[in-house]
């Protein structure tokens, strides 16, 4: 029996407490073109991609001004716009200047600017989370936080999270305004920020882990991850989702395309329950017990 292909199947988070979504998101970087840069090269294909998202349930899409720049809220609005039962969250705190080319921008006034021109682009009264992109160390953190605080108090923003942080980081922000979310890089390979991890559990914030699919040497054939992988019927990177999910409850995956295809065999992955075997050899790299192609 085949079951829905549905993102709810991946249970469900309150961002800020407040703002009920699916937890297996999606991230729009990869719908602009090379170097994230311009337009993508199959917009029709893009289109179809992000139209399909509330077919499977999907209803927290994270972009950014950055991305393209300008090009992915564009493409966002033009497809999903009024966003029935979504959240569309979006960042900035990065400038472009080039393919590839992402230099950290925090003066205050810059980040109030691009804040408001999202809220435009995105065709919203109210951006539900806006997410400060990175710290801009040439500006002192404090004068970044106090900027989101403002756009909070003037309801430009609803809900604020970081990105790219340390937990010092997010307990100074805590002290400015209500931090409901982090998004860290984080993967099967890279777990640098386990810490900040375990702290948003403790704490009720919701962890957005960027590049999410990584898994180099994991994913390659007669790999461990492979193994599970064929034994389940699956794709390495399926697994690697299904890994995220099982993590932590306030993990939040936004694994992203420009492809239907591999958007449903993405979202296919909120619906593999890993058993703890599975998940504990994934996560320590212990052999399990079945042979391995």
Not at 68 to 76: I, K, M
Not at 87 to 97: D, F, N, Q, S, W
Not at 205 to 229: C, N, Q, R, T, V
Request: negative net charge.
């Amino acid at each position: 029996m085949q079951h829905k292909l549905t993102a709810a199947a991946s249970g469900v988070f309150k961002v800020g407490g407040a703002i009920s979504i699916n937890r297996f998101g999606f991230g729009t970087m990869r719908a602009t073109g090379p170097g994230i840069w311009g337009p993508p090269a199959d917009p029709a294909e893009v289109m179809r991609t992000l139209r399909r998202l509330p077919e499977l349930d999907v209803n927290f899409i994270d972009t950014a001004d950055s991305y393209g720049p300008d090009v992915a809220e564009s493409l966002v609005r033009e497809a999903l716009h009024p966003y029935a039962g979504m959240l569309i969250a979006t960042k900035a705190g990065l400038a472009r200047t080039g393919p590839d080319k992402w230099t950290p921008l925090g003066r205050p006034e810059y980040l109030i600017q691009q804040a408001q021109k999202s809220l435009r682009a995105l065709g919203v009264e109210q951006i539900g989370l806006w997410q400060l992109h990175r710290i801009d160390p040439k500006v002192p953190r404090d004068e970044q936080f106090d900027a989101v605080k403002s756009l909070i108090d003037a309801g430009t923003i609803r809900h604020a999270g970081l990105s790219q942080v340390s937990i010092d980081d997010v307990i100074a922000a805590s002290k400015v305004f209500k931090v409901a979310t982090v998004q860290n890089r984080y993967n099967l390979v890279d777990r640098s920020s386990e810490d900040v991890l375990q702290y948003c559990e403790e704490h009720g914030i919701g962890f957005i882990p960027w590049f999410p699919l990584a898994s180099g040497e994991l994913a390659k054939p007669g790999s461990m991850l492979d193994g599970i992988a064929k034994s389940r019927g699956a794709a390495p990177g399926q697994i690697a989702l299904s890994w995220l999910l099982k993590r932590s409850p306030v993990m939040l995956p936004i694994a992203g395309t420009s492809k239907v295809s591999h958007l449903e065999e993405n979202v296919a992955a909120a619906g593999i329950q890993l058993t703890d075997a599975e998940f504990s050899a994934l996560d320590t790299g212990r052999n399990l017990d079945f042979p391995v192609d």
